[in-house]
Each structure stands twice: as C-alpha cells, then as structure tokens.
C-alpha cells in the first residue's frame, strides 16, 4: 500500500462547500470524496478540513490517500440480462446470488466481471475493480442497477444518487401487517456488535432512511414498496427487522428464514 498525493489551487467566484467543488475537479464520485473528508485525507491551506468546509478563492487543498493494491478483474462469459442501453449507461437486471464488484478473496462471478465481458466501454470510476458501477445491490437482492459507460455518465448518477433526485424503490414481502398504509424508518446503521455480516440499529451509525407504503395486505404477511434515502448495506432488511417485520425468508435477519 502507498500513499498519492494529490494537490490544487482553487479559482472561485463565490464560496462554496468543499465536496461539491472537489466532485467538480476530479473524476472521482461525491461519495468517495467525502470518504476522503470523512477519513482525514484532505487539508486546506495546511489543515484538515470536513465536508461541508466553505471553499475560498485562493484555498489550497492537499488530498493524501492510501491506494491499495489494485485487483485484477478479469472478463467472464457470465449471462447478462441488460433491459436498456445507450451510448451513456445501460440497465441490468441483477439476479439473486450475483455479487456486484469483486473484492479481495472474491474476484470472480460477480456482476463486473460480465460486464466486461459483455460490454465494450466502462467508466473508469474512482476504483479500478469497479468499472461502471455507480450504486449496488445486497448479494441476494434481485433488481435493476444502472452502470455508466462514460466518466460524465457515472459523475452524473452519482449525483442524483447523492441529491435524492433518483429513486430507487425496491419491493418486498415481510412478516405481519400494518396499522398505517405508509410510514419511514429514520434510524443510524451499524455494523451489529455480535455479528459482523450484519447491520443493526445503532446511535453512532450512519443515517439510513426508509419510506414505505403497504401495496397489498395478505393473511400473515405484507407486500410494501420501499423507497431509499441512504444506501446502506442491508438497510432495508436491518430496519424491516428493527420494526419487526422482517423480509420473508431473510435467511440472516428473519428468525425462521434459516429453516424455510
């Protein structure tokens, strides 16, 4: 692992918070620039400064990052079901069991590796091991993912991601039913204590928000559609457990979903 240094002089007309500006000069996302502010990475004019920092003409930013070893990924004839594409991004429907990117001890099978194979262009991204991939989706979640082909596409999405203008709304059937036909989990996640693969609710974690509505009541269970402020991992199966509804069949948060 080494260090990169990265360094710039800002010219600007009016101040302005420090994430929006470096999202704007560097072909990284908002979200891993904030990571960085959030990690103590970036300094202004010699001092380590946060994410809403008020920029200044004149200001002279220094990010220094550890980068780690880069993966290799290679391509992988794995089927794809791609639903829409243009010369920009393109749509795939992501089937259960797929992981989404590799990571260190999972390099293969996952959903980076068929679109190499399948798809000619990528956006670079801020991370080599992650060409196109803009938002993800838990292992055993089925759905639709957007990918950007081009760096403008991918900065693009990130931010509509980031400013709440893309919705993303996911179905799902869970345990018992409903008093109110809509409501919102608004409660911090966090790595649970006790379990390392799972999230729960905790005071110190990071803000995740869920809205939902009950699309159709049935006998013992309930059918909701959940829309995503935040994009936790597990959000939406963390907090239908917290309210005690868990996913049917979840076979991590429900208390039955092992055995069914």
Not at 128 to 135: Q, S
């Given at each position: 692992m080494e260090n990169k240094i990265i360094e710039l002089t800002l010219s600007l007309e009016k101040s302005e918070r420090l994430d929006k500006i470096l999202t704007k000069e560097l072909s990284h996302t908002?979200?891993?620039?904030?990571q960085w502010l959030k990690s103590g990475f970036v300094s202004v004019n010699g001092e380590v400064v946060k994410a809403n920092y008020k920029a200044k003409d004149g200001d002279h930013v220094t990010i220094q990052?550890?980068?780690?070893?880069?993966?290799?990924?290679?391509?992988?004839?794995?089927?794809?079901?791609?639903?829409?594409?243009?010369?920009?991004?393109?749509?795939?429907?992501?089937?259960?069991?797929?992981?989404?990117?590799?990571?260190?001890?999972?390099?293969t099978g996952t959903l980076v590796n068929a679109l190499l194979?399948?798809?000619?262009?990528?956006s670079k991204g801020s991370e080599?091991?992650?060409?196109?991939?803009?938002?993800r989706i838990d292992k055993d979640t089925s759905g639709l993912l957007v990918v950007?082909?081009?760096?403008?596409?991918?900065?693009?999405?990130?931010?509509?991601?980031?400013?709440?203008?893309?919705?993303?709304?996911?179905?799902?059937?869970?345990?018992?039913s409903f008093e109110h036909i809509t409501g919102t989990v608004d409660a911090p996640l966090a790595r649970d204590p006790h379990n390392r693969l799972k999230r729960c609710v905790q005071k110190e974690g990071k803000q995740a928000i869920t809205h939902f509505t009950v699309i159709q009541?049935?006998?013992?269970?309930?059918?909701?559609?959940?829309?995503?402020?935040?994009?936790?991992?597990?959000?939406i199966r963390a907090h239908m457990d917290f309210i005690h509804h868990p996913i049917l069949n979840d076979p991590m948060y429900h208390p039955n979903g092992k055995n069914a």
């Open positions: 908002r979200s891993v620039i904030q990052i550890e980068e780690e070893e880069e993966l290799t990924v290679l391509a992988e004839n794995i089927p794809l079901e791609i639903v829409y594409e243009d010369e920009h991004l393109l749509v795939i429907n992501k089937p259960s069991g797929m992981v989404v990117h590799p990571s260190k001890g999972h390099s194979y399948h798809v000619d262009q990528l080599t091991y992650r060409p196109g991939i803009v938002h950007a082909k081009t760096p403008q596409a991918h900065v693009g999405l990130s931010n509509q991601l980031m400013d709440h203008s893309m919705t993303r709304s996911y179905v799902a059937i869970v345990d018992g009541a049935l006998k013992e269970t309930s059918v909701l559609r959940l829309n995503l402020e935040t994009g936790r991992t597990h959000q």
